[in-house]
């Protein structure tokens, strides 16, 4: 199975983006794009650029032999109900393993030891969220399973068995691509592992 890393979930250009900004969060100055052939704005005043970047996120895929450790989203969340890799965005002052560890902690109350680095994925999930993803591999330390946080339900999942109805196209091609390849994935430094 060969490896995907760009997902894709409605219907867009890649060249759309969230609506214009109209004046300088900085100086209030009325904002011009940077050139005709660029999406960014720009405060001629002082020099703020609106850049486009998409949140850069962590998923850890948890496993048990052959199973998996999904969680079922909550009503608030983006694409509720649904299923998904426990995980979430990068917070400012985080490295992405520390990320990767509060993420699983505050969701299922699991602490892990991160294996390795699966992957890195880009998802198109709407108009106003593109994601920048780092997948991880990690094994239970210590705790049992229970849904906090953004989730409601989690359960281990066999990888011999259907999929539940997931969250996210790539979730089903990372949890496949694991179990049919075994990848050793790319080593962490261990003082961050745990």
């Known amino acids: 199975m060969h490896p995907i890393q760009i997902f894709q979930s409605y219907e867009k250009q890649l060249t759309s983006k969230p ?10 100055t009325v904002l011009e794009k940077l ?9 001629n005043d002082c020099g703020w650029i609106r850049y486009l970047n998409p949140l850069p996120g962590v998923v850890v895929l948890i496993t048990e032999e052959d199973r998996i450790l999904l969680g079922k989203r909550g009503k ?22 520390t990320a990767g560890i509060r993420e699983v902690y505050e969701e299922t109350g699991l602490k892990i030891k991160v294996e390795s680095i699966l992957s890195v994925v880009s998802n198109f999930l709407s108009q106003d969220l593109h994601t920048l993803v780092i997948v991880l591999h990690a094994k239970i330390i210590e705790g049992v399973p229970e849904p906090r946080d953004d989730l409601y339900d989690l359960e281990w999942f066999s990888f011999k068995a259907p999929l539940p109805e997931m969250a996210f196209e790539a979730d089903k091609h990372i949890i496949k691509r694991f179990f049919l390849t075994e990848p050793q994935g790319a080593p962490v430094d261990p003082n961050f592992s745990s």
């Not at 609506?19 to 209030?28: H, K, L, Q, R």
């Open 19 to 28: 609506e214009d900004y109209n004046y300088c969060p900085s100086c209030g």
């Open 76 to 97: 608030s969340s983006f694409a509720a109900d649904k299923w998904c890799i426990p995980g979430g965005f990068i917070e400012h002052e985080e490295d992405f393993l």
């Open 35 to 43: 050139s005709s052939s660029s999406e960014r704005q720009r405060c």
